[in-house]
């Protein structure tokens, strides 16, 4: 059994240009997912897990992140003072969900650079690295599952989901063999962002990721790869290939509900699809699309 994790690590540094102009003066983390940001969902999701101490990876003109999980007394007091308690109650649950830092990333140089960028507040400890683009179903369980993959087998632990091979050119793709459990494969190989004819598999890697602390001595040593950026993939297959180094690297493939909020299309309906679940908008909601459809 390997150290118990307690760390995570949100990189947030990018520009968010698919989303201009909103994301001109606002950052990409905040735009709105029904009624909290999309940086709400992963803290949440790091907490329910057991990660209760946070770095978010930002950049220039970020400040807004570290607001959101900051007290604002006067809005407080100004709730308080209407009797508006349920409103109040959800602007402290977002100040009181974890231990919150924060560091600057500087140049943008890819996500192995954002992610070696938490070198000094994770240490020589395992962490957990969550990107904000994939949310994850709170009902459903991937993030502890990984952790526990992490510590039982003392290795780094990526997530996995089965896309259709014409979209692999979006992802990392993993090469695996199976293992003794239903949901757990051992990763061979990694690529970035390869075309369909050269796919190892249409298993793509999503934003989850359980590392050991030997990946920042890797990503040092890790020249820029595809986009000129120093790729996390790369980092992973070097240790997917090395299993000397930390253990190798192992998938935990995920057969839950995962909302894509990286572009504009996905994230509407991520938004269409989280509000038709919730009790409190889902019953109008629904027919209202059903009707809206029916003069499509």
């Known amino acids: 059994m390997g150290i118990k994790i307690t760390k995570a690590v949100i990189p947030a540094a990018g520009l968010g240009t698919r989303f201009l102009p909103a994301t001109k003066a606002l950052p990409k983390e905040m735009l709105p997912v029904v009624d909290k940001p999309a940086i709400q969902y992963v803290v949440e999701e790091a907490v329910k897990a057991g990660l209760d101490d946070i770095l978010v990876v930002t950049g220039r003109n970020k400040h807004a ?69 994939d949310l994850i179903d709170a009902r459903d369980e991937l993030l502890s599952r990984m952790i526990e993959v992490a510590e039982t087998r003392t290795a780094s632990v990526v997530a996995l989901l089965e896309v259709d091979p014409s979209v692999v050119h979006m992802y990392g793709v993993a090469s695996i063999e199976e293992t003794d459990e239903d949901d757990v494969v051992r990763i061979t190989g990694l690529v970035e962002k390869p075309s369909a004819e050269d796919a190892p598999s249409n298993y793509a890697v999503i934003g989850r990721y359980v590392l050991q602390p030997e990946v920042f001595d890797v990503l040092e040593n890790t020249a820029p790869g595809k986009g000129n950026e120093i790729q996390l993939t790369d980092a992973l297959e070097t240790l997917a290939a090395d299993t000397s180094i930390a253990g190798g690297v192992y998938g935990v493939v995920f057969r839950g509900r995962r909302y894509d909020t990286g572009d504009k299309l996905d994230y509407i309906k991520a938004i269409i699809q989280l509000a038709s679940d919730r009790d409190d908008l889902g019953t109008d909601l629904r027919p209202w699309l059903k009707e809206y459809a029916k003069g499509l």
């Open 65 to 133: 992140l570290a607001n959101h999980f900051d007290r604002v007394t006067e809005l407080e007091a100004t709730l308080e003072s209407k009797g508006d308690g349920n409103k109040l109650r959800m602007v402290n649950e977002a100040t009181a969900l974890a231990e919150m830092h924060y560091v600057r990333q500087g140049d943008p140089r890819g996500l192995g650079h954002a992610v070696s960028r938490a070198r000094m507040h994770v240490g020589h400890q395992p962490f957990a690295v969550l990107l904000g683009d």
